[in-house]
């Protein structure tokens, strides 16, 4: 399409600029309107919002209207303008791939979803923060303010620059109106970060902002998992057989970093599944999901110290073994086929530092030759010379365990382990044996007209159609349509009006436990099991829209019930000696540590 032409005026990219600030001040500059329109120019949509860390459908600015573009090539945008570089080095090179042209292309709106972040629960969007020094510089030298990259950084609290505390604005979220591009100078608040979680939270964002500084294209995910479990042998948190000491390595990552006090992600990353962290075995044992960079960073730092050492010492991996990593044969390295080979390790233990099953550790060793502890039950030496024999005679699978009194897989397993070739299978059947099996399940057809049905009266004929003749099966005659006949059963129940009734009862429910003394919390289950039979109600709630918005209306959430109590004992201390010690109110309350702060107010 054509280009939308030049601006009177288009200001230049600054350093460590994002492009979510870029496109704001290029609309203030040419005071261009709202927001939105002028986001529906860029994008070429009405409902665009230009997120503040991962923009995507960047390709439409070069397409609709590149003269605004800060650079001139997707590349550029991408490395110089977003946060995706942040995430290179904890993904594997081909989901990074995909992941530019997610980002070039869109969708949009799934691409944090894709990338794992909602599912991790680390906080999937952007927080504005900013920094004291970096806007005074700025303004000195640009005579602008501007939202750092660097600051926006997940779980960045401190300003890896200048080592001072930020100043958070607002999560992009919360933001009524999301589409608005928002400009700095903003109201905030100065971040407290006490004194003994100060040299951790430093030392976190300053591993960020390398990681996000990273332009090598060849410190991918791939390298991760191997140069950890290196790092993690080096340091004594490994077993003799290879697997990492779980608890030890939770314990030290909490000492480290003194139990994630003051972290904006403390109470999620500090979650536990018995004396384990829970995000981090998924980290080693399923590097095919993407965990959360945050989660990267903090491991780095307690194994490396910086992530500057963390990327040397993988580049100094990959080039020590290029050809283990670089995974292009299926039987692994000179390591994996010295542990097959060797007899004096037990197939189990050979799986389990190759990574691949026992099964084929069995199998791979049978089809050398090596000896193995055998533990068979029917499976005699007798036997399975005999079954070798007929095997290579040529003799069906189905024949030859129907002879020795075997199991079809069994039968199949031996002949994946026999060395010597086997006759080819049968070809391409003859028309004749076609035409009886066709007319074989036609004929089941005359009885019912259920495929599920049809495949208990000759379930033999539908395999060998679904084998061989598959099109004619699925999509030719074979196909039987669904009936047409069936009828729909009627409900006897007026969904609407107990919808009614259950949503009136929530509201009234609600009303009476917000009045009543001792105050208890709303939660959603207590409302349900005061309105209604609770396991009835919850197995029905996709029925009843008005009934779940009367309870995510009405329910109560614990952060905002322990505000309540807080306030409370508060006024109760006010009341009796007009005095507030915040240690008795919070021991008047019942409560450890002062509940966070509203971010909405409640309804």
């Given at each position: 399409?054509?280009?939308?032409?030049?601006?009177?005026?288009?200001?230049?990219?600054?350093?460590?600029?994002?492009?979510?600030?870029?496109?704001?001040?290029?609309?203030?500059?040419?005071?261009?309107?709202?927001?939105?329109?002028?986001?529906?120019?860029?994008?070429?949509?009405?409902?665009?919002?230009?997120?503040?860390?991962?923009?995507s459908?960047?390709?439409?600015?070069?397409?609709?209207?590149?003269?605004?573009s800060?650079y001139?090539?997707i590349?550029?945008?991408?490395?110089?303008?977003?946060?995706?570089p942040?995430?290179?080095?904890?993904?594997?090179?081909?989901?990074?791939?995909?992941l530019?042209?997610?980002?070039?292309?869109?969708?949009?709106?799934?691409?944090?979803?894709?990338?794992?972040?909602?599912?991790?629960?680390?906080?999937?969007?952007a927080?504005?923060?900013?920094?004291?020094?970096?806007?005074?510089?700025?303004?000195?030298?640009?005579?602008?303010?501007?939202?750092?990259?660097?600051?926006?950084?997940p779980?960045?609290?401190?300003?890896p620059?200048?080592?001072?505390?930020?100043?958070?604005?607002l999560?992009?979220?919360?933001d009524?109106?999301?589409?608005?591009?928002r400009?700095?100078?903003?109201?905030?608040?100065?971040?407290?970060?006490?004194?003994?979680?100060?040299?951790?939270?430093?030392?976190?964002?300053?591993s960020?902002?390398?990681?996000?500084?990273?332009k090598?294209?060849?410190?991918t995910?791939d390298?991760?998992?191997?140069?950890?479990?290196?790092?993690?042998?080096?340091?004594?948190?490994c077993?003799?057989?290879?697997?990492?000491?779980?608890?030890?390595i939770?314990?030290?990552?909490?000492?480290?970093n003194?139990?994630?006090?003051g972290w904006?992600v403390?109470?999620?990353?500090?979650?536990?599944?018995?004396?384990?962290?829970?995000?981090?075995?998924?980290l080693?044992?399923?590097?095919?999901?993407?965990?959360?960079?945050?989660?990267?960073?903090?491991?780095?730092?307690?194994?490396?110290?910086?992530?500057?050492?963390?990327?040397?010492a993988?580049?100094?991996?990959?080039?020590?073994?290029?050809?283990?990593?670089?995974?292009?044969?299926s039987?692994?390295d000179?390591?994996?086929?010295?542990?097959?080979?060797?007899?004096?390790?037990?197939?189990?233990?050979?799986?389990?530092?190759?990574?691949?099953?026992?099964?084929?550790?069995?199998?791979?060793?049978?089809?050398?030759g090596?000896?193995?502890?055998?533990?068979?039950?029917s499976?005699?030496?007798?036997?399975?010379?005999?079954?070798q024999?007929?095997?290579?005679?040529?003799?069906?699978?189905?024949?030859?365990?129907?002879?020795?009194?075997?199991?079809?897989?069994?039968?199949?397993r031996?002949?994946?382990?026999?060395?010597?070739?086997?006759?080819q299978?049968?070809?391409?059947?003859?028309?004749?044996?076609?035409?009886?099996?066709?007319?074989?399940?036609?004929?089941?057809?005359?009885?019912?007209a259920?495929?599920?049905?049809?495949?208990?009266?000759?379930?033999?004929?539908?395999?060998?159609?679904?084998h061989?003749?598959?099109?004619w099966?699925?999509?030719?005659?074979?196909?039987?349509?669904?009936?047409?006949?069936?009828?729909?059963?009627?409900?006897?129940?007026d969904?609407?009006?107990?919808d009614?009734?259950?949503?009136?009862?929530?509201e009234?429910?609600?009303?009476?436990?917000?009045d009543?003394?001792?105050?208890?919390?709303r939660?959603?289950s207590a409302?349900?099991?005061?309105?209604?039979?609770?396991?009835?109600?919850?197995?029905?709630?996709?029925?009843?829209?008005?009934?779940?918005?009367?309870?995510?209306?009405?329910?109560?959430?614990?952060?905002?019930?322990?505000?309540l109590?807080?306030a409370?004992?508060?006024?109760?201390?006010?009341?009796?000696?007009g005095g507030?010690?915040?240690w008795?109110?919070?021991?008047l309350?019942?409560?450890?540590?002062?509940?966070?702060?509203?971010?909405?107010?409640?309804?």
């Amino acid at each position: 399409m054509a280009s939308m032409g030049a601006l009177p005026y288009t200001p230049s990219h600054l350093e460590d600029e994002a492009l979510y600030r870029y496109l704001g001040r290029v609309d203030a500059y040419n005071c261009a309107g709202s927001s939105r329109r002028f986001l529906r120019y860029v994008f070429g949509d009405s409902k665009a919002i230009s997120s503040a860390d991962l923009p995507s459908n960047i390709g439409a600015i070069l397409e609709r209207w590149p003269e605004i573009s800060p650079y001139p090539t997707i590349a550029e945008i991408i490395e110089r303008t977003s946060q995706y570089p942040y995430h290179r080095p904890f993904i594997p090179a081909g989901r990074w791939r995909e992941l530019v042209v997610r980002a070039t292309h869109g969708p949009g709106p799934s691409l944090k979803t894709w990338l794992g972040l909602v599912a991790q629960r680390f906080s999937a969007t952007a927080s504005f923060r900013s920094c004291v020094e970096c806007d005074r510089l700025a303004w000195d030298d640009e005579g602008v303010l501007y939202w750092h990259r660097a600051h926006l950084l997940p779980g960045v609290l401190v300003c890896p620059i200048h080592r001072t505390p930020l100043i958070q604005h607002l999560v992009q979220s919360e933001d009524g109106a999301r589409s608005a591009l928002r400009l700095p100078p903003m109201a905030g608040r100065p971040i407290v970060v006490a004194g003994q979680s100060m040299p951790s939270l430093t030392a976190f964002a300053v591993s960020s902002f390398e990681a996000l500084k990273s332009k090598d294209p060849s410190l991918t995910g791939d390298l991760c998992t191997g140069t950890y479990l290196a790092r993690l042998k080096e340091m004594g948190l490994c077993s003799p057989t290879g697997r990492p000491k779980w608890q030890k390595i939770s314990s030290l990552l909490l000492e480290a970093n003194d139990n994630f006090r003051g972290w904006a992600v403390g109470d999620r990353i500090t979650d536990r599944t018995a004396p384990l962290l829970s995000w981090l075995y998924a980290l080693f044992q399923r590097p095919e999901r993407l965990a959360h960079p945050l989660t990267h960073i903090v491991l780095i730092g307690c194994l490396f110290g910086s992530f500057a050492a963390y990327a040397a010492a993988a580049k100094a991996r990959n080039a020590s073994a290029p050809d283990s990593l670089a995974a292009s044969s299926s039987d692994g390295d000179t390591t994996s086929a010295s542990a097959i080979s060797n007899c004096n390790v037990s197939c189990r233990a050979a799986a389990m530092e190759m990574g691949l099953s026992v099964s084929t550790v069995v199998m791979r060793r049978r089809i050398l030759g090596l000896p193995i502890a055998e533990r068979r039950k029917s499976l005699t030496p007798d036997r399975l010379s005999h079954v070798q024999q007929r095997l290579s005679a040529g003799a069906p699978a189905a024949q030859v365990a129907k002879e020795a009194l075997l199991s079809l897989s069994s039968v199949y397993r031996i002949r994946a382990c026999m060395v010597f070739s086997l006759p080819q299978e049968e070809g391409v059947p003859s028309a004749e044996v076609v035409r009886g099996y066709r007319k074989r399940w036609i004929n089941t057809g005359l009885v019912s007209a259920s495929v599920r049905q049809r495949r208990v009266l000759d379930g033999a004929a539908y395999a060998w159609l679904y084998h061989h003749d598959r099109n004619w099966l699925i999509a030719g005659p074979g196909h039987a349509p669904a009936s047409t006949t069936r009828k729909t059963r009627r409900s006897r129940i007026d969904w609407e009006k107990r919808d009614e009734n259950y949503a009136r009862r929530i509201e009234a429910t609600s009303s009476a436990q917000r009045d009543r003394a001792p105050r208890r919390r709303r939660s959603m289950s207590a409302l349900m099991r005061a309105s209604a039979p609770e396991t009835s109600l919850r197995a029905q709630l996709y029925r009843l829209p008005r009934t779940r918005e009367a309870l995510q209306a009405n329910a109560e959430s614990v952060p905002a019930f322990q505000r309540l109590r807080y306030a409370r004992a508060a006024a109760c201390l006010a009341d009796a000696d007009g005095g507030f010690t915040q240690w008795k109110a919070l021991k008047l309350a019942g409560l450890h540590r002062p509940p966070a702060l509203e971010t909405a107010p409640e309804k």
